[in-house]
């Protein structure tokens, strides 16, 4: 298109439509699409347009050249705000954003001095040194992306506002602090639902709340040169009666242990199950596992088969 080498007038790589152009178009398009291709025309800016069909050499920059099919809100896309803008203002480069970030932690190193009698083998000396992930985390917020006609502009970013990284007085918070401790629940004095609780995000009370039922309990024999070597198969079904629903399987020597992760298996396979009215199916579905063949007819309300 000549955007990539050389600079010509926007006007001249952008031409409007003539009048046999317009033709031409007006036998494949209705008239209400012509009228919305002319408006499209006079919305589009050449310059614009000119400008983003570029090679960039900011630090965003990708690694092949944008065929402008899809757009990148955070890098095509300017973010509007109030009050004038730097006519100036663009993206930092590469070299320029390593440097502003190496700068940043410069000054935390400086600030915080490794002692000479500092000991690495001690854990909790080695948690204090600074830079620490905080200090890395931070860096997101206060290490500027845009630079302008003045230098760099620290109050303005291209990213969306995150959320507060302010990790060292949100932990001197005693509620903050109360609500990350890890206590004992007598309901699970073994904290078997710890990982499941911290992976789905679900508490103690959802968890013990969903219906869990075993469908398959059996023992397994599995021939090893050493000898049978039995174990426990179990199968087990969960949901929560609002259309989630969810399989899981476990084996294990120990009876009680399989039945546990069995049921953590169930929770965290559950699904969203599309119903009708919130009490059945939509039509019927059929599957087939081997020789067992099932059949699943949605039903009117009130109507109940054994």
Same mark, same amino acid.
């Given at each position: 298109?000549?955007?990539?080498?050389?600079?010509?007038?926007?006007?001249?790589?952008?031409?409007?439509?003539?009048e046999?152009?317009?033709?031409?178009?007006?036998?494949?398009?209705?008239p209400e699409?012509?009228?919305?291709?002319?408006?499209?025309e006079?919305?589009?800016?050449?310059?614009?347009?000119?400008?983003?069909g570029?090679?960039?050499?900011?630090w965003? =920059?990708?690694e092949y050249?944008?065929?402008?099919?899809?757009?990148?809100?955070?890098?095509?896309?300017r973010?509007k705000?109030?009050?004038p803008?730097d006519?100036?203002?663009?993206?930092?480069?590469?070299?320029?954003?390593r440097?502003?970030?190496?700068?940043f932690?410069?000054?935390?190193?400086?600030?915080?001095?490794v002692?000479?009698?500092?000991?690495?083998e001690?854990p909790?000396?080695?948690?204090?040194?600074r830079?620490?992930?905080?200090?890395?985390?931070?860096?997101?917020?206060?290490?500027?992306?845009?630079i302008g006609?003045?230098?760099?502009?620290?109050?303005q970013?291209?990213?969306?506002p995150?959320?507060?990284?302010?990790?060292?007085s949100?932990l001197?918070?005693?509620?903050?602090?109360?609500?990350?401790?890890?206590?004992?629940?007598?309901?699970d004095p073994?904290? =078997?639902?710890d990982?499941?609780?911290?992976q789905?995000?679900?508490?103690?009370d959802?968890?013990?709340?969903?219906r869990?039922?075993?469908?398959?309990?059996?023992?397994?024999v599995?021939?090893?040169r050493?000898?049978?070597?039995?174990?426990?198969?179990i199968?087990a079904?969960?949901?929560?009666?609002?259309?989630r629903?969810?399989l899981?399987?476990a084996?294990?020597?120990?009876?009680?242990?399989?039945?546990?992760?069995?049921?953590?298996?169930?929770? =965290?396979?559950m699904q969203?199950i599309?119903?009708?009215?919130?009490?059945?199916?939509?039509?019927?579905?059929?599957?087939?596992?081997?020789?067992?063949?099932v059949?699943?007819?949605s =039903?009117?309300?009130?109507?109940?088969?054994?």
């Open positions: 298109m000549g955007l990539v080498s050389g600079k010509p007038p926007a006007r001249e790589i952008f031409k409007p439509y003539d046999e152009e317009k033709a031409i178009l007006a036998k494949k398009y209705t699409q012509m009228r919305a291709i002319e408006a499209a006079e919305a589009i800016d050449p310059q614009d347009l000119q400008e983003r570029v090679l960039r050499s900011d965003g =920059r990708l050249l944008d065929d402008f099919s899809e757009i990148a809100p955070t890098i095509d896309k973010v705000r109030e009050g803008v006519p100036k203002e663009r993206l930092m480069s590469l070299e320029e954003y440097d502003h970030y190496k700068e932690f410069t000054k935390i190193m400086e600030e915080n001095p002692p000479e009698d500092f000991d690495y001690d909790e000396q080695r948690a204090k040194i830079p620490n992930r905080a200090d890395m985390l931070r860096a997101f917020d206060e290490v500027p992306d845009l006609s003045n230098g760099p502009l620290k109050d970013t291209m990213l969306a995150g959320v507060s990284r302010d990790f060292e949100a001197d918070d005693p509620e903050v602090a109360k609500s990350t401790e890890e206590e004992e629940d007598p309901r073994d904290g =078997r639902y990982l499941l609780r911290k789905t995000g679900l508490t103690l959802e968890i013990l709340d969903y869990v039922k075993i469908l398959v309990n059996h023992r397994v599995n021939q090893t050493l000898g049978k070597i039995s174990s426990q198969y199968l079904i969960a949901g929560n009666g609002r259309g629903l969810g899981g399987e084996k294990g020597q120990e009876i009680e242990e399989t039945l546990s992760n069995a049921r953590i298996q169930a929770i =965290r396979n969203p599309p119903r009708y009215e919130e009490r059945t199916i939509f039509g019927e579905v059929e599957g087939k596992v081997s020789a067992v063949e059949k699943l007819m =039903r009117p309300p009130g109507k109940f088969l054994s």
